[in-house]
Structure formats: C-alpha cells, structure tokens
C-alpha cells in the first residue's frame, strides 16, 4: 500500500495548522530571546546576599528548621509562555521549569538540532502540536521537556548513541563495574533477540517486535533494558523513509506466561511515547495474548492516553497480522510467508573508526551549526511574510535548507553514532531508502541474514546517498 500523508504533518496542513505551526517556531524563538536577556540581566545584577541558617532555640524546647533554599529564579517572561493550566502526568511543567532555569539559548538550540537529526524540523515541532492538541503552551512545554530528557537525563546522542555496540562489546570484558554490568545486560538482550527491527506494515511503517516470552525482570537491571528500549527507539527512527514518521509495534505473547509480566518497562514504554516521543507509533498490536493477560492488560490499559490506547489492536494467528501486515511481509516466526529469522551479527572491529577523527566531525557539525543557524532566519521571514509569493519564495528556501540538513547529518551519522545491526546488516543506507526486501532492490540474502548489496550505488561524495537507487517496491493485497 503506497504511503499517504495524513492531514497535519508535513506537506498536507490546511491553513490553520500552518498557522499554529508558525506560532510555535515563533514562541520558541520568543523562549530564546528570553533567554538571552535573562542571561544578560544575571551577569549584570550583584548576587544575593547569603542567609545565615537560623540557629537551635532553647526556648519551650522548640527547634526551627532551616527555610530550604530557593530554587534558581526563573524569568517571568518565560513563565507566561507556559500557563497552560495543564493537568500534568509526567511533570512536564516542573521539568520546563528547570529546562529554563538552567539552560541557555545556545543549549536549546543544541537540543533541537541533535533531536531533528534527519527528520524535517517542522515535522518534529508539529509532533508535539498534534500531541497537544495544537495548544501552542502546551506543545512548547512537551517539546522542550522531551528535549530536556533526551539531551540531558538520557544523554541518547552523547551516551547511547555514541557508545553503541562496538563500545559494550568492548565493556563486556574490560568495563569498570558498572559500565561492565549494563554492557552485558544490553547485549544479552540483543543477541537473544528479546526485540528487533524488521520490516514494513501495510502502511509502509517500519515494524518493532517484542518477544515478550523472553523476558524476565530479574535477568537485566532496570537502567540497562531503557537504555536499551531508547536504542531501538532511536534505531527506528532512522529507518522512517518519508513521508512515514510512525511505527508498529507488535507485542508477541505467544507462549506469555505471568513470569514475563513485568509492569517497569510497560511504564518506560508509555512514557517515552506519550511524553518524549510522541506521535511516533501507528499501530500497537498485542499479538496472541492467553487469558491470563487479561488482568494484566486491564492494568496496562489504565494508565494509556485515549489516542495511544485507540491505537492499539488484539491480534491472532496469520489471519489476525493480515489485516496490518501483507503475508508476505510476515515472518515465518508468526505463521508468515517471509523467510527471515533473528539472527545477531556481532560488531566489525574498526566499523567506528571513523568517530576517532574529530576534526572532521568538528567541521561537518560546524557546517550542520550553520544551516540549522540559516533554518531559523528563514523561519523568521516566513513567520513575518507567509503569504503571497514572498511567502512561497521563503517557503521554498527553507525547504532547501532542510534537505541540507539531512544530507549534512548523513555526512556526521558516521563519526558521532556507533553502527549498529542494522547498518552491518545494510537496512539503514545513510539517507537511501531503508531497505528491508533485498529481493525488492535487485539484491540478495546472506546466510546471515544481512542484506548483499549489488553495488555500493546509493552513495554519493563522502557517503551519502545522492538518490534512491533501491525503492521498496508497492505491495497490494
């Protein structure tokens, strides 16, 4: 089925969306500007004077604790582009508020740019209006929480990504304790293949598959199966081919017993994806699950927002995948007509040589610096003059900086991204088409499941993909 655009992302907004979408930019260029005055106010003004702690009282016996010491002062500027007024289930406000109490204008645009990767900028700021409702405070606390989260508390691109599979094998044996212990955690779940990317739906949404009867709460810690979940979270969204931004997740509960029930990760998942990814699933499919799921999915379900939980659906059987999945896109695995099965291919030594060269990474992220810095003067323009032919040239010119952008981050991908699986085994082709048939692209199946390519054709001057030599090919029922 060939990919439609739905109404509300990139290339299909009525007039009202783009509106909303150019008040959005508009407050986040407000929420820099705030910043940056804020920034220069602190340095100006004296620092406040230090308060003596109250001493011990001996009269009446009496006690007086010391008052807890303020938290840093924040902007009130800032604070009115946040009253929403919002009922919050993962703190989202309190975590903007510490957002703006500590971050600079410099580091939000970091947060931004690292978080747009080879997304359209626009495409990642409307994920956040959808999920709000287009409510533009409420978006912008999201966005911004999210960011927070995944630049800082969980450090994706400087820790998880940067320290990908090559570095835990490494850790596995020489690792300090701890860095020891998540390594082999981390691999032990990728090699047994506890979750996996691979293959498209109907929809030509890149499909995840959580084999849920191989998993056991006690056989991993806790920090070592999210930092795993945000790896392949972070995997699949480079394998979304435009116009697809969404995936499907199947949960396969074949052979589930209450053992493999294990509510912390559900949590972690819900999280990431109604508060730090959000708008990034299409379909959930919780496939073949016995009776005793059932009190377990009547918890679950509790805690699900209405348009998560709208998006999942109760399969069975070959008949029940049918529906989202073409048969033969189905694995073999789950009574499928695709002959593929799991299969691990351990990192190449030197496959991140590449990273060891900063200089030139420094040079690619300059160049990347830039044009994310030439984004924002354009999206100014088109905030000022959105209409008329003024308007389309603006428009025009910022969507040529985005496809910089893109080409420019394939250039970086190599030197601040460790490979993983899925580029050894040539599905993610640094900006062609993702590609998970090899039949479809005139190529063929190793013995190991990765995909031979006939030619290094896709790629273009220092790696990337100049255009896409391996289309999937449309599939209809």
């Given at each position: ?9 990139v290339g299909n907004l009525n ?6 979408l ?5 407050t986040v260029f ?11 106010k602190?340095k100006?003004?004296p620092a406040?004077?230090?308060v003596e ?6 009269w ?8 807890a010491?303020a ?17 919050d ?6 975590q903007?508020q510490?957002v ?11 947060m931004?740019l ?8 626009d495409?990642?700021?409307l ?8 409510d533009?405070?409420?978006a912008?606390v999201?966005m ?6 995944r630049?800082?508390e969980?450090r ?5 990504l940067?320290n990908g599979?090559?570095?835990?094998v490494?850790?596995?044996e ?9 390594a082999?955690d981390?691999?032990?779940q990728?090699r ?5 990317i691979h293959g498209?739906d ?6 995840s ?6 998993h056991?709460?006690a056989d991993?810690s806790?920090?070592?199966?999210e930092?795993y979940?945000t790896?392949?979270?972070?995997t699949?969204r480079?394998?979304l ?5 969404t995936a ?5 509960l074949?052979?589930?017993?209450l053992a ?18 959000p708008?990034?699933?299409g379909a959930?499919l ?14 679950i ?5 209405p348009v998560v939980a ?12 049918e529906?989202f999945?073409?048969p033969?896109q189905?694995?073999?695995e789950?009574g499928?007509d695709?002959d593929?099965?799991?299969?691990y291919?351990?990192?190449v030594?030197g ?6 060269d900063?200089?030139?990474r420094?040079k690619?992220?300059?160049e990347?610096?830039?044009?994310a ?6 999206t100014?323009?088109w ?5 008329g032919?003024?308007?389309?040239d603006?428009k025009n010119?910022?969507?040529s ?6 080409e420019?981050y394939w250039?970086?991908?190599k030197?601040?991204?460790c ?8 599905n993610?082709?640094l900006?062609?088409?993702t ?16 995909i031979?390519q006939?030619e290094d054709?896709?790629k273009g001057?220092?790696g ?7 289309p999937?090919?449309e599939i209809?029922?």
């Amino acid at each position: 089925m060939a990919s439609t655009i739905p109404e509300g992302h990139v290339g299909n907004l009525n007039a009202e969306q783009e509106a909303k979408l150019r008040e959005l930019w508009s407050t986040v260029f407000r929420l820099y500007d705030i910043l940056q005055d804020w920034s220069q106010k602190k340095k100006t003004e004296p620092a406040p004077a230090k308060v003596e702690s109250p001493k011990k009282s001996r009269w009446f016996g009496g006690w007086k604790e010391p008052e807890a010491p303020a938290g840093p002062a924040l902007p009130e500027e800032a604070l009115k582009l946040i009253d929403c007024g919002e009922a919050d289930k993962f703190g989202l406000v309190k975590q903007f508020q510490q957002v703006i109490a500590t971050q600079t204008p410099e580091s939000l645009r970091a947060m931004v740019l690292g978080s747009v990767k080879v997304e359209h900028p626009d495409a990642l700021a409307l994920r956040f209006l959808r999920a709000r409702k287009w409510d533009i405070k409420r978006a912008l606390v999201m966005m911004f929480s999210a960011m927070n989260w995944r630049h800082n508390e969980f450090r994706v691109d400087s820790d998880i990504l940067a320290n990908g599979e090559e570095v835990l094998v490494r850790d596995e044996e020489k690792g300090e304790v701890k860095s020891k212990a998540l390594a082999q955690d981390f691999m032990r779940q990728i090699r047994g293949g506890k979750s996996f990317i691979h293959g498209v739906d109907r929809e030509n949404r890149p499909i995840s598959y959580v084999r849920v009867k191989l998993h056991r709460a006690a056989d991993q810690s806790v920090e070592s199966l999210e930092r795993y979940t945000t790896y392949l979270i972070e995997t699949a969204r480079l394998a979304l081919d435009p116009p697809v931004e969404t995936a499907t997740l199947v949960f396969d509960l074949s052979n589930f017993t209450l053992a493999n029930m294990d509510y912390v990760p559900v949590k972690f998942i819900i999280k990431c994806f109604e508060a730090n990814y959000p708008e990034s699933l299409g379909a959930i499919l919780i496939h073949n699950s016995p009776w005793v799921f059932k009190p377990c999915w009547k918890i679950i379900s509790a805690w699900l927002d209405p348009v998560v939980a709208a998006k999942v659906h109760l399969t069975y059987g070959r008949e029940g995948l049918e529906e989202f999945i073409h048969p033969s896109q189905i694995i073999k695995e789950l009574g499928g007509d695709e002959d593929w099965e799991y299969k691990y291919d351990e990192p190449v030594p030197g496959e991140n040589a590449a990273m060891k060269d900063t200089a030139t990474r420094d040079k690619i992220q300059q160049e990347r610096d830039e044009l994310a810095n030439q984004f924002e003067l354009a999206t100014k323009e088109w905030i000022a003059n959105p209409e008329g032919a003024k308007g389309a040239d603006i428009k025009n010119k910022r969507e040529s900086i985005v496809v910089q952008l893109k080409e420019n981050y394939w250039k970086l991908d190599k030197y601040v991204r460790c490979r993983s699986l899925y580029d050894r085994q040539g599905n993610i082709r640094l900006g062609a088409k993702t590609v998970w048939y090899p039949e479809q692209a005139g190529e063929k199946r190793a013995p190991n499941g990765s995909i031979q390519q006939i030619e290094d054709l896709s790629k273009g001057k220092d790696g990337v993909a100049t255009t896409n030599v391996v289309p999937t090919a449309e599939i209809t029922a």
